[in-house]
């Protein structure tokens, strides 16, 4: 059995953000990541982040997990982290969290604080060979090329023109791999005009109104077909034949929240945050009064909120301990939400703040100690 | 392999070159990076064949949350080849169906 105070399930944006606020005031931190890299998908990230200066705006992701890595070195050995260890279980009768190490070392953990920072997973959508080996997540696009540096195919058909379809799509143009076109079953494009005009300066169609009727190929991806559909959801039209070898599927994402379901967390399925998330209140405090949550985990949404997420939460799991005075405390949650207002003001993001509003609890018991 | 040679960003800084078998057969990879990367590589996509459909897979999400690259390394089944490092003389096969998972002479799980 292991003992921390603080046990952050998750190294990306969010976890590493709460793991660095915790242990700045003191608080023994320890970080598990089913990943064999620390940063989440923040290292599989080329672009430079908007937002603002104060989450780094202007610095391409893989950069800003190095600066969050860095500054948690300099907290020594206050800061335990294992790679390639999931976070398997959390037993609510003795508060106990089930770990393993590669696929067959189990450990347990007993923390005192824990925040779930587990991200995010893939959709799928439905269509005929939807599991030959060749539909990717892109996520797992991103993972092969910008980590690894493995081409993925020779002629990508991008499924989605939201902006990690755009932003993969731009991507693997960037990494010598032809992009066929991009397919969106809206009828407008959902990610930033900003990243759409770079693919498209590149010559790659933007297909609205239209999805993926079938992938084609015996073993492996061989092309696909794609079609125009109606408002009604029917396909019309004829059918476009697209020669390529890799489908990629950029459709959304679920928050991963089994670890908060286990935790008997109070849940609520809020589609503007893509799934079920935690009830919390303003220190990103759930209902289990152990547990906290950030980042992807917490609802979708992007890098930029869930370090301050994680800021947040980080910094209410250092009170909790005791480590915090309340006045401190106050003042840099005040200033951590501030922040947080700043990103989520825009108009794309009235959706994030409608989902939000129904997930926040105004008032909580966990700030009473 | 297929591996990315010149991008506008990023520098990619590859460990060891080392051996392994797929199926039998020798091939290469960079040691410590996840067995499914180093299969890509190589021209490797399917990965699994499914126990009733019999259909194949390859690798889906690369973070370990899908099971769609579950593969048989060293004899153990299920193993989530998109978070599992490659090491030198591993022995790599394609999972059909659920895999076995050994069992010692005292009864205990391997």
């Known amino acids: 059995m292991k003992n921390t105070e603080v046990l952050v399930i998750g190294g990306g944006p969010a976890?590493?953000?709460?793991?660095a606020e915790a242990a700045s005031y003191?608080?023994?931190?320890?970080?598990?990541?089913?990943?064999?890299?620390?940063?989440?998908?923040?290292?599989?990230?080329?672009?430079?982040f908007f937002g603002s200066a104060f989450e780094r705006a202007g610095t391409r992701g893989f950069v800003i997990s190095d600066m969050l890595l860095d500054e948690l070195k300099g907290y020594?050995?206050?800061v335990e982290t294992y790679s390639n260890c999931t976070a398997l279980g959390y037993y609510k009768d003795d508060g106990v969290v089930n770990c393993m190490e590669g696929e067959e070392?189990?450990?347990k953990v007993l923390p005192k604080k824990i925040l779930v920072a587990t991200g995010a997973q893939e959709r799928l959508i439905p269509f005929p060979n939807n599991d030959l080996p060749g539909v990717y997540g892109a996520g797992?696009?991103?993972?092969l090329m910008n980590v690894y540096g493995v081409v993925p195919g020779k002629r990508v058909l991008m499924v989605g023109a939201g902006n990690i379809g755009l932003i993969?799509?731009?991507?693997l143009l960037q990494a010598g791999v032809e992009v066929a076109a991009i397919v969106e079953a809206m009828p407008r494009i959902g990610g930033y005009w900003v990243h759409a005009a770079k693919v498209r300066r590149l010559g790659v169609p933007i297909l609205l109104e239209h999805s993926i009727k079938e992938a084609l190929g015996k073993d492996v991806v061989e092309g696909a077909i794609i079609q125009q559909i109606s408002p009604g959801c029917g396909f019309i039209g004829e059918e476009i034949h697209v020669d390529c070898d890799v489908i990629c599927m950029a459709v959304g994402l679920n928050p991963t929240c089994e670890l908060l379901w286990q935790a008997g967390c109070e849940m609520k399925y809020v589609p503007q945050l893509c799934g079920h998330v935690a009830i919390r209140d303003r220190s990103m405090r759930t209902t289990n009064p152990n547990v906290w949550v950030a980042g992807d985990a917490a609802g979708i949404e992007e890098a930029s909120s869930a370090m301050v997420e994680g800021r947040i939460a980080g910094l209410s799991m250092a009170h909790e301990l005791g480590y915090v005075e309340d006045k401190e405390y106050r003042e840099k949650s005040a200033l951590y939400w501030e922040r947080l207002n700043a990103l989520r003001n825009g108009e794309a993001s009235a959706k994030i703040r409608e989902g939000i509003a129904q997930v926040l609890m105004e008032s909580s018991g966990g700030m009473e100690r | 392999m297929e591996l990315i040679r010149e991008h506008p960003i990023l520098e990619f800084s590859h460990g060891r070159l080392v051996k392994f078998t797929f199926e039998g057969r020798e091939m290469e990879g960079f040691e410590g990076e996840p067995i499914a990367m180093a299969l890509h590589a190589n021209g490797i996509r399917v990965y699994r064949e499914t126990p009733e459909m019999k259909r194949p897979r390859g690798f889906f999400c690369a973070i370990g949350k899908c099971s769609s690259c579950f593969m048989v390394v060293d004899g153990v089944p299920n193993v989530r080849t998109c978070i599992t490092p490659l090491k030198e003389g591993m022995r790599i096969e394609?999972?059909?169906g659920k895999g076995k998972?050994?069992?010692?002479?005292e009864g205990d799980l391997k």
């Open chain 1, 15 to 19: 976890g590493l953000s709460a793991a």
């Open chain 1, 26 to 48: 003191g608080a023994k931190v320890m970080i598990v990541d089913s990943d064999l890299r620390l940063g989440g998908q923040l290292i599989k990230q080329t672009h430079k």
């Open chain 1, 76 to 78: 020594g050995d206050r």
């Open chain 1, 105 to 107: 070392n189990y450990f």
């Open chain 1, 140 to 143: 797992a696009v991103q993972t």
């Open chain 1, 168 to 171: 993969v799509s731009y991507q």
């Open chain 2, 94 to 96: 394609v999972q059909r």
């Open chain 2, 101 to 105: 998972i050994k069992i010692n002479h």
